[in-house]
């Protein structure tokens, strides 16, 4: 279950980091954010960490592939 979770966090940074490079900065905010709680609860310190950061303004991608 803990994997899964941490997939499903994964995948909602990833999809955060898309919907903010086309312009949906407020959905991708929400994505971060939920992907941030989630990694949180897995022990995923840097995801949650760049998550949060993303959803913050303070970063402009939580993946690093993202950022390519």
């Known amino acids: 279950e803990s994997s899964a979770r941490l997939?499903?966090?994964k995948a909602?940074?990833?999809?955060?980091?898309?919907?903010?490079q086309g312009g949906?900065?407020?959905?991708a905010r929400g994505e971060w954010g939920a992907a941030?709680?989630?990694?949180?609860?897995c022990g995923a310190t840097e995801l949650a960490r760049r998550t949060t950061e993303a959803a913050a303004g303070t970063r402009a991608t939580a993946?690093?592939?993202a950022r390519r």
């Open 36 to 41: 941030a709680e989630l990694a949180q609860t």
């Open 63 to 65: 993946t690093p592939q």
């Open 7 to 9: 997939e499903l966090a």
């Open 24 to 27: 949906a900065g407020d959905e």
């Open 12 to 20: 909602r940074a990833t999809l955060g980091d898309a919907l903010a």
